[in-house]
């Protein structure tokens, strides 16, 4: 969360955010929200879709969004399916 809001405080120029403030009442718009998946990519090395700024518009709620992407790129994942056909099974 303090990570967003730093980013979010740069790209809004607000002194203060809290975790439950909306990014769209605070300023935000669009572009902004391109230029926060920018930001979240570099600095958190996770990839936000484009309407991440919609689908979760505070703070708290980008944060869970995330943290949730971290944890699913840390997943292991199943060998593909003609892998296990080209096995000896």
């Known amino acids: 969360e303090q990570v967003l809001a730093q980013i979010w405080q740069e790209l809004l120029h607000v002194e203060r955010i809290g975790r439950n403030d909306n990014f769209f009442e605070l300023g935000g718009n669009s572009l902004h929200g391109i230029r926060v998946m920018s930001r979240v990519a570099e600095k958190l090395r996770v990839r936000l879709s484009a309407v991440s ?15 949730s992407l971290q944890l699913k790129s840390a997943e292991p994942r199943l060998p593909s399916r003609k892998r296990l056909d080209e096995g000896a099974l």
């Open 53 to 67: 700024t919609f689908k979760a518009p505070t703070v708290a709620q980008m944060a869970c969004l995330v943290e």
